[in-house]
């Protein structure tokens, strides 16, 4: 098992265009989770799933941004009518269901809008 | 509110010497607490938590739950300890998301 995947590493974008990211969890983690990073930050919250169901947004995921993880394995991330300030870096992190088990992060999407 | 702060970004010591990483918390209930490290060019990786109570790579951190401090220690210092550290806490209910503090980046001078 490689680790949380994610796909693409980097994208580059104009402004008001729409963009998707994937992230392959750990095969048998049953939770999953989105951040977003930015420079001089720690990574903040976003969305969460629990199997394909979406359980908790935060206030952060204007209603630009949609998550899915329909078969409750891969989950992807859209944000539609990109902004300057959607340029980040999109974490994906994935871990097993029982209490506090540790979340393992993959490498990012790291979005730049022009 | 939950909140995790880091009060140094950039902590530099030389090779050898004791290395403490400030962490201090806010949240109303009994959080888990987290160290995270990202070595260069490498990916956010689980350090320690203090629910485990173990030393990894020489690091402990004690959870003082009166100070609301998690601070991050190593007695010497290497140098391949150079990295960015990230305290975090989560809930023990529901999302268990992870709210980070800013980070510190740790240089270990030789």
């Known amino acids: 098992d490689t680790g949380v995947s994610q796909d693409p590493r980097h994208k580059i974008t104009k402004r008001g265009q729409n963009v998707t990211f994937r992230c392959d969890p750990i095969?048998?983690?049953?939770?999953l989770y989105w951040y977003r990073q930015t420079l001089g930050q720690g990574p903040e919250f976003l969305t969460y799933?629990?199997?394909?169901?979406?359980?908790?947004k935060s206030r952060l995921l204007s209603d630009r941004f949609s998550a899915e993880r329909p078969k409750g394995s891969f989950s992807t991330l859209e944000i539609q009518r990109t902004e300057q300030g959607d340029s980040a870096m999109y974490l994906c992190?994935?871990?097993?269901?029982?209490?506090?088990?540790?979340?393992?992060f993959g490498d990012g999407t790291r979005l730049s809008i022009l | 509110a939950q909140r995790v702060t880091q009060p140094e970004k950039l902590l530099s010591v030389f090779k050898g010497a004791p290395v403490e990483l400030k962490c201090n918390y806010s949240?109303?209930?009994?959080?888990?607490l987290f160290w995270y490290v990202q070595y260069s060019r490498q990916r956010l990786q689980l350090l320690l938590r203090?629910?485990s109570r173990e030393s990894i790579k020489g690091f402990t951190a004690d959870l003082n739950k009166g100070e609301t401090s998690f601070h991050l220690k190593k007695p010497f210092a290497q140098e391949e300890d150079s990295a960015m550290y990230y305290c975090?806490?989560?809930?023990?209910?529901?999302?268990?998301?992870?709210?980070f503090g800013q980070g510190t980046r740790l240089t270990i001078n030789p």
């Open positions: 992190a994935s871990s097993l269901g029982a209490f506090n088990q540790p979340q393992h």
């Open positions: 095969s048998e983690h049953n939770r």
């Open positions: 799933f629990q199997n394909e169901a979406q359980l908790e």
């Open positions: 949240y109303s209930g009994s959080p888990e």
């Open positions: 203090h629910i």
């Open positions: 975090a806490l989560s809930g023990r209910e529901g999302a268990q998301k992870l709210v």
